[in-house]
Structures are given as C-alpha cells and as structure tokens.
C-alpha cells in the first residue's frame, strides 16, 4: 500500500503590522485634517569638518560606518558566543566576516550545527550599541585565507515572515588594493568591544605588505591603525571609502605593534566565488534533498541518491519561494514512469521556507527509478528522483552507450527549451545557460554539473538522470549581483565520468548605479524635538497616487509602497526602497498625536543611501 506524507506548516503570522495600519488610517479618517507633513531631510554630512584633502570626509565616515555590522555566533547550546565584525557586500545582506570568527566545534567545523549567525546593525545615530536584527546562515567559509560569508535570511523579531525589500544594509562601494602604497591612508570599521559595544572607526597608514607564500601575489596589508578583539572581519577602506580589505588580526611584541589586513582584492575573489541558489520570478523550489529519515527540524538525515532495495520510506525536502497561502500544491510519486501515489492540498506554508513530503510502502519500495514531481498552480515546478536497488544504470565503460553533444552557452531559454542570445563572452549578465544534446541515457543514472570560476568550484549539482534516452537539456549559473568578470568552466560527469566539458567568459561591461535608496528617519515632537516618538506608523504610498485617493478607495494595500513603525527611540526604517527624484504621497499616524500627511514629496535626485526623513508631529 503505498503512501504520501507533507510537512507540517510553520505557525502562523501575527498581522500586528496590519492591524495597526488600519487602526491608524481610521485616525485619519476622524480627523478629516491634514496639518501637512513637516519632513526635513537630516544629512549626517552636513558640517564637514576641516581636514586634509586625502582623508575620509565625515559623509564617508557615515557611508562606511552603516555599511559595517557586528556577527554574533552562538554555540549550540547558547551559552557561549563568539562576536566579530562584518561588511555588507551586497544590498540582499551578504554580510563578509573573518572565519575565525565562525569557526567552533560542532561537526561542521563551525560554531552551532545550523550554522547560524545573528547580525546586530548600527543604530540610527551611529552613537549607541548594535542593535540585534537579523540573523543568517554561514553559506561559505575558507580556513586558509580565513574569510567566511553570511547570507541573512529572517528577522530576529518575526522569523517567520518574509525579508522586506528593503533591509536598510547599504552596500560597500568596492575599491582595488592593488592600487593602495606604502603610506596610504586606511580606515578601520567595526565593534572591538573596547570601551563598548558600539561601532568603531580608527585609522592609519598603509605600513606595508606581506607575501607569505612568497607567490608573488601579497596576501595582507599591513597597518598601524588600531586592531581590536571584535575588530575581526570589518571593513577596511581607502580614503575614498571604499572597501579595499578585512581587518583580520594585531600582532604585539616588546618593539610594537602592527594590524594585518587581509587583502581586498583577494577577498573579492573569495566573494565572487560564491553563487547562491538559482533565483527568479514566480514559485520555485529548490535544493531538493532525499533521506530515508528526517531530524526533528524536517531536514534530510544522510541525503543520498540511491538507496537500498527493500527502502520504506522515501522524504524530499526542499526549499521554496513565491508561494502564497491557498496556492493549489500537489505532488506525485512515480516508479519507473508510472505513477505510485498523489496528494494536493492548499497550500499553507507560507510564501519561502522549507518544507518535505514523502512516499512509503511497508512492504517496501518497487526497485527502480522513484519520481518526484511538483506542481503548484498546475504548474510543474520541479521533477527528480533517486534510485531504489540497483535498476538499470548506464554503463560508463562501454563506448557509445551514452554521450553529451557540445556544450551551447546563451543568455536565456526559450518556451521551447531553445538557446537564446548564444555567445562565448558575455557581458552585464545575472544568468548563463549551457545547452547540450544527448543519448543514450537511461533514468536512473547519477549525473552531476559542477562549474568552475577562475578554476575555482564555485557550484556542483549532483542529481538523478530523468530526461529520458534522448534530447536537449540545459543547466545554468546565477549571481543576483551579477555574474562576475572572469572565466566559467562547466563539466558535466555521469556515472564517475566526464562526459562533455565548455568554457565561455565575462567581460567587464560598466556596472549600473544604483537605482534605488532606503529610507530612515526619525519621529519626534514638534514642540519637543529631544522627544522621539514611538509606535509612530509611517506610510508611503505608490507614486501617482494622493492620500485623498488611499482614502476614498478604502486604503487599499495595492496602492501601499512601503511602511514602517517607529521604535522606542522614535527611529523607523521603510520595508521598501524608493527611487531618487521619484514622488511619493506620505502619511504618518499616531494615537496620542494628529495625523499629517503630504502628497508628492519628493526624494532628491542626489540624495545618499539610505535617504533619511525626520518627521515631526502635533499632540491630539
């Protein structure tokens, strides 16, 4: 009798933030008045100090300060907690930090089995404590140049609910070590924890420059700015701000003492290494894992690709994004082709996350290929399995039993599964396919494609072969920054072997700026701006439309382009990012004080990132 199981839903989402929007439009609805919003842009680098021409203005200063944050990595228990700093490389929240920082005792080699880190962000006036925010998953590490990667995933508060457009982590401008003399100046920013738990910036000069295994390449910097315990894994810049290396480690004798800086560029290279999962519009699902058992926390225990004849059950866990609750999910086993078992069900899990379903048989599984298709929408958004027992394999050894065509690369894939924009070098591009014919395959084969970057395995995908004897498949590359500048190599392997290989390249083709900003601010009151207010709702609407329009609709979430609730110290930050010389209609709520609103406020066309408002607001 055959079987299916699904993973449990995650517990729901409290809509406080929801609630509380409507209960402050209704204010507004009482009121019928509208004292205007009084908005004044507050920029941090508006007195800028008298200093030498070379060195970092007070603005950098700022940029560089909230484009650092401090890594907290707890044990498994809790109970023991290593802290270092970190850069935001990316506006997604890819955060670089050093390995030692994350590196513990767990099986993993990393401090707590779920390789997890916290992030804690600078406040809004970059004087006080960091303040815990986010949290993520070590996603890459390497112990030998001693650099590790943190990709933020949820909120500490709400770690159920979906990320905001907008994670109020400006991105660091990228600058190149190479170009960096002895004598230069060079900043240092972080959390050293010495005289407290607040951002820190020190500077100094470029001392030098260490080989250490005298390639010809140096692998540090070496300064006399001041180095700290917690410093680990910051953010060094040049005197124009941009990131030009990591502040690792302060080496102290009788005679002095000297910081070392791990290079820039190399760390680059290590950050360009890294490519997360696929990514794109509409439902996925991803990193499919297959296990006889799954852990308490629904992950897959010893994943594998075959399994042994007489195997009961069968779990795929995966990932997934773009769902929403009520979607139309359905999933069905096959065995060999023919179909073994089904389920559907709405959908409740949330819009990203992980989840598993599952087949089994007591008297155990048919030996062969086992299938997994899902479908969401009555779409099929996925299908893949693993093999049962010894089935039908393809048979590397033999000549001519199975063979790949040469490899296409193309910029995208037709509806028909065609090559499109087919080239060897490519330029501005999030996404490479490589296309390939073939026969002879069986399903049931083990198969794996692995790219290379620079000759560097930057992403392997073991899988089970479903694509039938004959035809025309693909596999792809992705960086939501974009693919790096450099070479690509793919290979593809069946059975232990190496069945087709292809290289194309990227081309330095200029880098966009930036589009779009976050939005920070303060709310405090009118007749008292040393008073801040909390629980203030801040709403932005889409542009085009006027607060009168929101009203008279019923304030519908559709014209909504971002919120946000002020805090304890009256501080809030947009869920959204805006666009320079774009307008927008503005409205702010709160109990005790009198809605005001303003239509088509404008956000500068030169303004900084993050722009920031300060809002003051009349008692009742």
């Known amino acids: 009798m055959m079987h299916t199981q699904h993973g449990a839903p995650p517990t729901g989402r409290i809509a406080g933030a929801a609630s509380r929007l409507l209960s402050g439009i209704r204010q507004i609805q009482r009121a019928h008045l509208f004292r205007g919003l009084v908005v004044a842009l507050a920029l941090l680098a508006t007195a800028v100090a008298v200093q030498p021409a070379s060195a970092l203005s007070r603005e950098g200063v700022s940029t560089a300060l909230r484009s650092t944050v401090q890594v907290i990595v707890p044990d498994n228990d809790f109970e023991m907690f290593s802290l270092g700093s970190g850069t935001v490389m990316n506006t997604d929240g890819l955060i670089l930090t050093n390995n030692h920082v994350v590196e513990g005792e767990s099986r993993n080699g990393l401090m707590n089995n ?48 979906p990320l905001p457009a907008n994670l109020g982590l400006p991105a660091i401008e990228y600058g190149n070590s190479d170009d960096l003399m002895i004598g230069d100046e060079i900043n240092m920013f972080g959390y050293p924890g010495l005289g407290g738990n607040t951002p820190t910036y020190t500077k100094g000069t470029v001392a030098g420059f260490l080989d250490e295994d005298r390639n010809g390449v140096y692998e540090w910097i070496k300064t006399d700015a001041e180095l700290n315990h917690g410093n680990s894994g910051g953010l060094s810049t040049d005197d124009l701000g941009r990131f030009v290396g990591v502040p690792t480690a302060g080496n102290t004798d009788d005679t002095g003492k000297i910081g070392l800086v791990r290079s820039g560029n190399l760390a680059l290279d290590f950050v360009n290494s890294y490519f997360p999962n696929p990514a794109g519009d509409g439902p996925q699902v991803t990193n499919v894992q297959y296990a006889e058992v799954i852990n308490r926390r629904g992950e897959a225990v010893n994943p594998a690709t075959q399994f042994p004849t007489g195997t009961t059950d069968i779990y795929a866990v995966f990932d997934y994004k773009g769902f929403a609750n009520g979607g139309d999910f359905s999933y069905v086993w096959y065995a060999d082709g023919q179909e073994i078992a089904r389920d559907a069900f709405g959908w409740d899990g949330g819009a990203s996350g992980t989840n598993w379903v599952s087949t089994y048989d007591d008297n155990g599984l048919p030996d062969g290929f086992i299938e997994l298709q899902i479908l969401y929408g009555g779409t099929s958004i996925y299908r893949g399995g693993v093999m049962i027992g010894e089935g039908n394999l393809v048979d590397p050894v033999n000549p001519g039993t199975a063979s790949f065509g040469d490899i296409t690369f193309a910029e995208g894939v037709s509806g028909s599964n065609q090559p499109q924009g087919v080239n060897t070098s490519f330029a501005n591009v999030q996404e490479v396919y490589g296309f390939f014919d073939y026969e002879g395959m069986v399903n049931g084969a083990a198969w794996t494609s692995r790219w290379y970057y620079q000759d560097q395995l930057v992403l392997e995908t073991p899988s089970t072969w479903d694509g039938g004897a004959n035809g025309t498949s693909w596999v792809s590359i992705y960086h939501p920054d974009g693919l790096p500048v450099g070479q690509f190599d793919l290979e593809l392997e069946v059975q232990g072997e190496i069945f087709q290989t292809g290289s194309f390249t990227v081309q330095d083709g200029g880098v966009a700026p930036t589009t779009e900003v976050g939005v920070i601010g303060v709310v405090n009151d009118r007749n008292n701006q040393r008073t801040t207010i909390s629980g203030a709702l801040v709403v932005f609407l889409q542009p085009g439309f006027t607060v009168d329009e929101w009203i008279d609709e019923d304030f519908p979430d559709s014209m909504i382009h971002g919120t946000a609730n002020s805090n304890r110290r009256g501080e809030f930050q947009l869920d959204n990012t805006v666009i320079p010389g774009e307008f927008y209609s503005i409205v702010v709520v709160h109990d005790d004080y009198q809605p005001v609103a303003v239509d088509d406020w404008q956000i500068p066309e030169d303004t900084g990132d993050p722009y920031e408002l300060e809002v003051s607001m009349d008692r009742s």
Do not use: H, M, N, S
């Open 114 to 161: 779920d390789a997890l880190a916290f992030i804690a962000v600078p406040p809004a006036d970059l004087r006080g404590e960091a303040i815990i925010k986010y949290f993520g998953v070590i996603a890459k590490t390497d112990a030998d140049i001693d650099l590790a990667l943190v990709q933020i995933i949820g909120l500490v508060d709400d770690p159920e609910a």
